[in-house]
């Protein structure tokens, strides 16, 4: 889905500062409208608008949302520069401004995104129109380009400290047909997250009608690729976050958290650090940078194969990493004293420094302020499935640290009423407390707190793990060419030749029982491949870009001898080896369209579906087959850009090129 850009400007022929017509329609269509198409835009202005309605509301709405606002001051016209005025209320950035020599110069806009166009006669200059175009596109990729980083606004450029609003929250009742396509999109994100999908959410996420959308998406990918503990593919996420919104703490405080699961430690301090010069007090990044300093120190000492006794002493020894995390942790704390996690890490981590060091450290004396702070942040949260466990357990925590062993466990059996059986956070408590008794710390309080959550565990069956491939082969290839095919690409007669040279890159590639074929399924090279999967033991996955029937009708009777390859079609459903297929419509909605009403390609979204699957599950285990004749589109969604972005991440690409073959 392209950027939107939103155009104000005058209407018909108006006079400009010379006094001279001004032919706007004819500089909207022949100059205006083209540059931002030739940037990669889909543009409107607000007399283009179809639907009913009001067409002041119209425009509001437009300038609130648009990616770029692009405005013509050729004309003094009130209503142009009450828009300008508008936008520059509402958003930082996103502004470029046009227009043609003018008699006066008008006040200073704060911009350096301005350009001058010619006219002769009143329209568009032909001996310039194309330098102009260019030009104009330049400008608005520069622009949004710069993304956050220094704003356009002289709102916001004078008052630094001052935040966008939430669009969301400004929105414009009778304004319905964008919001109802945005409440759409986000019901199938959110299906998508609770399903686990991050593949899902990603095309979602570039099929989002503007930026901030595309952020939000992304930002909940990445936390899914996170959570599946697919790393590097969630630091592509966070990054891409970025770049469209610099300025967004989530992303950059997720960012961070990524490095770190990376073991880029420094790399996930210096990003933490960058955070915290900007937002001092920003309690979530000083509470991360409290983890990465303990995991640090965890790691230091809870060595396999170490005796209790040396890891005692090695926990000790390390004891400037043990400090760094009790400062991050109690700075979190005073900043935020709501913030229980801070809190009981931190005064957790004290006690353990006079147990094991016995020098004192600037917080002794706040201990017990801290420790009766955390007890009370933790008493004052609802007592609910989503945030009373943690609460509970905390307290659960503080007998562990102040109380007696049979107050130990009475407070974790308040915790525990209600966790709602949930294994991980049972099981973290739980691992909590192995790593105290692993260096003798309340030995008897801590023997207590295991006895008391390794009893319930043992009634919880753990979950089970969602099956993980070694390695994914993606597959994009021709299908068999129909019978009135003009000019051959795939003749039926070619088959056998086709089918080796797959199996054969399958089998250099060491595919076998603990891999994942992904493919569309089309007679030809699709279903050559996945029987080339089964035939090796693999599981094969299909991603169909239409319904079943529909995709039978077109992407499989065409064929020659097509019903023949509508019969292998359903052998292949009906092997076990085969998983259920992923019905794209039914996963994704509706094709999205652009701003002239037109359709993306079901089969290129598709493609694009694929290669989210495959690199969702691991950017190291992907491998990209096709059987290609490298004609075609290089958009996103074709081969060529499938190839492009395995290569560039794995270098596992085969390309088995049928000029070649054939």
């Known amino acids: ?109 704060y911009t350096s995104r301005k350009y001058t166009y010619t006219l002769k006669d ?52 009778s304004v319905k047909a964008f919001w109802t396509r945005y409440e759409a999109w986000a019901a199938l994100i959110e299906r998508a997250r609770r399903a686990e999908r991050p593949e899902d959410i990603l095309v979602l996420a570039d099929e989002a009608p503007v930026v901030a959308l595309r952020v939000e998406a992304r930002l909940k990918a990445g936390k899914a690729l996170l959570a599946g ?71 230091a000492w809870n060595r396999p194969g170490a005796t209790p006794r040396q890891m005692r002493e090695d926990a000790a020894w390390n004891d400037a990493l043990l400090l760094k995390a009790i400062d991050s942790y109690a700075t979190a704390f005073a900043a935020n004293p709501a913030h229980y996690y801070s809190g009981i890490n931190a005064v957790t981590l004290l006690r353990l420094y006079a147990d094991l060091v016995g020098r004192p450290t600037a917080y002794d004396t706040q201990f017990d302020c801290m420790a009766g702070g955390t007890g009370w942040a933790a008493r004052c949260v609802k007592d609910d499935p989503r945030d009373g466990y943690w609460a509970r357990a905390t307290l659960g925590d503080l007998r562990v640290l102040l109380g007696k062993p049979d107050e130990v466990g009475e407070a974790y059996r308040f915790a525990i009423a209600l966790a709602d059986n949930n294994w991980f956070n049972l099981d973290s408590t739980l691992g909590q407390l192995r790593l105290l008794a692993a260096i003798g710390h309340a030995a008897d309080n801590v023997a207590a707190g295991i006895a008391t959550f390794e009893r319930v565990l043992s009634r919880l069956r753990p979950p089970e ?25 795939f003749p039926a007669d070619k088959e056998p030749i086709a089918a ?71 052998q292949l459903r009906g092997n076990p080896l085969c998983l259920p297929p992923r019905v794209m419509p039914d996963c994704l909605g509706p094709l999205p369209k652009d701003g ?44 060529a850009h499938m190839m492009d972005e395995v290569q560039q991440r794995t270098g596992q690409v085969t390309w088995l090129d049928t000029r070649k073959l054939w």
């Open 596 to 639: 002239h009403g037109k359709e993306t390609s079901p089969f290129e979204r598709c493609n694009q579906w694929l290669l989210n699957s495959a690199l969702a599950l691991g950017i190291s285990r992907t491998r990209f087959i096709c059987l290609w004749n490298g004609s075609g589109g290089d958009g996103p969604g074709g081969t």
């Open 122 to 173: 009143g329209a568009p200059d032909p001996a310039t129109l194309d330098a102009d175009i260019r030009a104009i596109a330049e400008m608005i990729r520069a622009t949004l380009d710069s993304g956050l980083e220094k704003p356009i606004s002289p709102v916001y450029s004078m008052l630094p400290n001052l935040a966008e609003p939430d669009w969301k929250t400004l929105r414009i009742g």
């Open 500 to 570: 080796a040279a797959i199996g054969a890159t399958l089998d250099e590639q060491g595919a076998g029982g603990n891999d994942l074929a992904l493919t569309q399924g089309a007679s030809g090279g699709d279903l050559l491949f996945a029987e080339a999967a089964i035939a090796r033991g693999m599981r094969v996955q299909l991603l169909l870009p239409l319904p079943e029937p529909q995709f039978i009708t077109e992407s499989i009777l065409p064929a020659s001898n097509g019903e023949a390859w509508r019969k292998r079609y359903y």
């Open 229 to 299: 503990q697919h790393y590097h593919f969630a630091l592509e996420q966070f990054d891409a976050a970025l770049a469209a919104d610099p300025a967004n703490l989530e992303a950059a405080r997720q960012r961070g958290l990524c490095l770190q699961r990376l073991g880029r430690l420094d790399d996930a301090r210096g990003a933490y650090e960058q955070i915290l010069a900007e937002h001092p007090k920003d309690v979530e990044t000083w509470s991360l940078l409290g983890r990465l300093d303990k995991d640090a120190w965890v790691a």
């Open 1 to 109: 889905m392209k950027l939107h850009a939103f155009v104000a400007m005058p209407f018909g022929t108006k006079p400009d500062t010379y006094g001279n017509p001004a032919h706007f329609d004819a500089i909207y269509a022949q100059l205006i409208k083209p540059a931002i198409e030739h940037a990669g835009l889909d543009v409107i202005r607000a007399d283009e608008e179809k639907a009913g309605g009001d067409i002041l509301e119209d425009m509001f709405q437009e300038l609130l949302i648009a990616d770029l606002v692009l405005v013509d001051l050729t004309a003094d016209n009130p209503n142009v520069w009450y828009e300008l005025g508008v936008r520059h209320a509402l958003r930082r950035s996103g502004v470029v401004l046009v227009n043609a020599p003018r008699a006066n110069k008008p006040f200073d806009n």
């Open 465 to 489: 793990k969602h099956w993980q491939p070694d390695k994914v082969f993606l597959f994009s290839g021709h299908m068999v060419d129909a019978p009135d095919r003009k000019s051959p690409r």
